[in-house]
């Protein structure tokens, strides 16, 4: 049996490639829960990410731009090539957003007059169990933690079946 397909519902068949609405050049293959990186320049060329991978992308981008070019942690492998190919789309009709990229000749970071804006990329898309996370209360749709929820199911977890009979009723009286 294999892990739940949270990609599912998405796009008109829920099989196969659908794009989400962030990005033209990015679709999200259902059957695995992976995104797809079409390069238009080069129709044959696609790249398999995880949406983890993606949202280590936009935070590295948004750290260049929050130190001016000077980031403290270590290029993602992969971030080269998956900026070019986002910055490939057109800013008026397709994505507004920039990444910066780096000049490998002047070791300098490109000035990007639109970044991609923090918490961009839909939470849900990173981990698409976050929507059952908010509606079971454990985490608010910013993306908080109620501890006390969860301390309360976790009480309930390891309470005898007759102690969480009485626990629920006092709830409710």
């Known amino acids: 049996m294999?892990?739940?397909n949270p990609y599912k519902n998405q796009g008109n068949s829920g099989e196969g490639p659908t794009r989400p609405q962030f990005h033209p050049y990015l679709a999200v293959d259902s059957t695995m829960g992976l995104v797809i990186l079409h390069n238009p320049?080069?129709?044959?060329c696609r790249i398999v990410l995880h949406p983890?991978?993606?949202q280590l992308y936009l935070d590295f981008d948004l750290e260049v731009q929050q130190t001016h070019g000077n980031p403290h942690?270590?290029?993602p492998i992969g971030y080269p090539i998956f900026s070019e190919i986002l910055?490939?789309?057109d800013p008026e009709t397709k994505c507004p957003y920039r990444l910066s990229q780096l000049d490998h000749q002047t070791h300098t970071w490109?000035?990007?007059?639109?970044p991609f804006p923090n918490r961009y990329l839909?939470?849900?898309?990173v981990d698409p169990h976050l929507d059952l996370l908010v509606t079971l209360g454990f985490i608010s749709k910013q993306g908080d933690v109620d501890k006390q929820t969860i301390e309360d199911a976790v009480q309930a977890w390891h309470a005898p079946s007759g102690q969480l009979v009485q626990h629920t009723k006092q709830y409710h009286t």
């Not at 320049?41 to 044959?44: C, D, E, I």
């Not at 490109?110 to 639109?114: A, D, E, K």
């Not at 839909?122 to 898309?125: E, G, I, Q, V």
């Open 73 to 75: 942690s270590a290029m």
């Open 122 to 125: 839909p939470s849900t898309f």
């Open 41 to 44: 320049q080069n129709l044959s």
């Open 52 to 54: 983890y991978q993606i």
């Open 2 to 4: 294999g892990h739940p």
């Open 110 to 114: 490109s000035q990007v007059n639109r």
């Open 87 to 89: 910055n490939l789309a």
